[in-house]
Nanobody, 129 residues
């Protein structure tokens, strides 16, 4: 099966930055949409953003636009989430995920959890005020 490993989380002060990385294996990684989700304490896991197979199209929720940037390096089987101007409400476990099917299957970048088949173990991001 596909294996995903996130890294880069940690404790930062409000206004700080972190770059999360997700390295995948077990699939033709470069042809699949990748997504980032997060789960804050006491809340359901929510969509953060996604990136097309080529990296040319991205999508993100309004709460992170202008602060978070998704990119990917297919040669390294890696997707990144660059987070800037972090806020306490960004505190969560962050997960990367791979869609079930190749990119041609989707008419738009998926936002629903059930459209993603494989998940990493998560990396903790904590933002202090």
């Amino acid at each position: 099966q596909v294996q995903l490993v996130e890294s880069g989380g940690g404790l930062v002060q409000a206004g700080g930055s972190l770059r999360l990385s997700c390295v995948g294996s077990g699939r033709a990684f470069s042809t699949y949409v990748m997504g980032w989700f997060r789960q804050a304490p006491g809340k359901e896991r929510e969509f953060v953003g996604a990136i097309s197979w080529s990296g040319g199209i991205t999508d993100g929720v309004d709460s992170v636009k202008g602060r978070f940037t998704i990119s990917r390096d297919n040669a390294k089987n890696t997707v990144y989430l660059q987070m800037s101007n972090l806020k306490p409400e960004d505190t969560a476990i962050y997960y990367c995920a791979v869609v079930q099917w190749r990119s041609s299957y989707y008419s738009s970048l998926p936002r629903s959890q059930n459209q993603y088949a494989y998940w990493g173990q998560g990396t903790q991001v904590t933002v202090s005020s």
